[in-house]
């Protein structure tokens, strides 16, 4: 099976699509706003997407979108080759994560009416052609199938998490997945990090410093994120690159650390108001160039980093002495 990088990006809308829709004939679409609603009409119907919900368009569907709040913005991502589907849960069993009785379709809605000059702007091999018809595409009295756009509120995750020592891998909390023929790593994963209780032992409870052989885009919807309390505010995003080491800021790390062995180090937190996702692919992603100089690019990102020293010790006196160790870490994590 070809598989095309997946393309992970922001989105900023000022005006409502009047007299035009759009057609991905390369792939589907995945939207995630994180201010203002979007109206989305498409040839099934219409959905009103607001922040902290997502919504999938499938390939080859027209639709347009208006916005009834004002301008808003959020993120998308589009994917070739594959669809998006719900994670096999594995041991987890039949419930839990995004349950598929939560994703919704819109209910047939259709307009019959003379439109001139309607353009349809069409995305073909990765460019765009245009035509223009004198009626609405939106004259679909009825449908069945599966094949459909849907959307999905982001609320109703039912997450899994530690309940006593170490980190989780993100893939335990994946709404959706476009896997590959490789077992366990994905075209593309959309895992959400939600409200949710941390409850682990003894455990250093943000993610561990690691690289991952998938690349990372992460955006924030709204709130703080868990490992990076300063400077990185909703609607910005990140990208970590296959093999690239990260993890928490300093400052992060730090008040942790500092909990650790005393009497908050079991005591059950709640992250709440918080609710940042990723992107995550197996592939190699390549950065436009519109990206790279953007005005908005955080170009002292890697100073969130700088005073991070060890706190480890070898040995229970604090002297070296042999050790042995072992790794069984998914993903090639480290």
Not at 3 to 25: E, H, I, Q, V, W
Not at 285 to 299: Q, T
Request: glycine share 10%; charged share 20%.
């Amino acid at each position: 099976m070809l598989m095309l990088m997946p393309s992970c990006s922001r989105y900023a809308a000022n005006k409502s699509m009047d007299g035009c829709a759009f057609c991905n004939a390369d792939g589907d679409f995945l939207i995630v706003p994180q201010q203002g609603k979007l109206l989305i009409t498409t040839e099934c119907g219409k959905m009103l997407v607001p922040p902290g919900e997502i919504v999938v368009i499938p390939q080859g569907f027209r639709f347009a979108v208006d916005l009834p709040d004002g301008p808003s913005r959020g993120y998308v991502s589009e994917i070739f080759g594959a669809h998006f589907q719900l994670p096999d849960l594995g041991p987890i069993g039949a419930n839990g994560l995004a349950s598929a009785r939560d994703f919704l379709s819109p209910t047939a809605w259709y307009e019959q009416a003379h439109r001139p000059g309607y353009v349809i702007v069409q995305k073909y091999g990765g460019e765009l052609f245009t035509a223009t018809q004198d009626f609405s595409p939106f004259n679909v009295v009825a449908w069945h199938g599966n094949y459909v756009p849907y959307k999905y509120d982001l609320s109703k995750f039912c997450p899994f998490n530690t309940v006593l020592f170490d980190h989780a891998d993100p893939s335990v909390n994946t709404v959706l997945t476009a896997p590959t023929d490789k077992p366990g790593v994905a075209l593309l994963d959309f895992v959400i990090f939600p409200p949710r209780w941390l409850v682990a032992e003894n455990t250093f409870r943000p993610p561990y410093y690691h690289r991952n052989c998938m690349s990372e885009f992460m955006g924030l919807i709204y709130g703080v994120y868990e490992a990076k309390a300063d400077g990185f505010l909703p609607g910005g995003a990140s990208l970590h690159s296959c093999m690239t080491p990260h993890g928490p800021d300093t400052k992060t790390y730090e008040a942790t650390i500092s909990k650790l062995g005393g009497p908050e180090a079991n005591t059950p937190t709640r992250l709440s108001g918080t609710l940042a996702f990723m992107f995550e692919s197996a592939l190699i992603p390549r950065v436009c160039r519109w990206a790279l100089e953007s005005p908005s690019r955080d170009l002292d990102y890697y100073q969130c980093w700088i005073g991070l020293k060890s706190h480890f010790s070898h040995g229970k006196d604090g002297s070296d002495g042999p050790a042995t160790t072992s790794s069984d870490d998914k993903d090639g994590e480290k």
